[in-house]
């Protein structure tokens, strides 16, 4: 059984994780001005007027991005 201090942390985490989350996310302007992508051959894109960044898997590679800055 899990002792108070330590159930009351799981709420407190995920709650810094959203805010830290959502920070990150507020913070980012226009990804096409901001990375670039390093590898992938495809997989990674930059989608909704450089708002959205998506990486993708297969079996036998990934994908990548680098901060222009």
């Known amino acids: 059984m899990a002792s108070p ?3 009351n942390l799981s709420p ?3 709650l810094v994780s959203v805010l830290f989350g959502s920070l990150v996310i507020a913070s980012v302007g ?4 901001d990375f670039d992508i390093t590898w992938g051959d ?9 708002q959205l960044l998506t ?3 297969d079996k036998t590679s ?4 680098q901060s222009i800055e």
Do not use: Q, V, Y
């Open 30 to 33: 226009n990804l096409h001005k």
């Open 5 to 7: 201090s330590t159930s």
């Open 62 to 65: 990934g994908s990548g991005f």
């Open 12 to 14: 407190k985490l995920l």
């Open 42 to 50: 495809g997989r990674a894109k930059i989608l909704d007027n450089g």
């Open 55 to 57: 990486l993708s898997l």
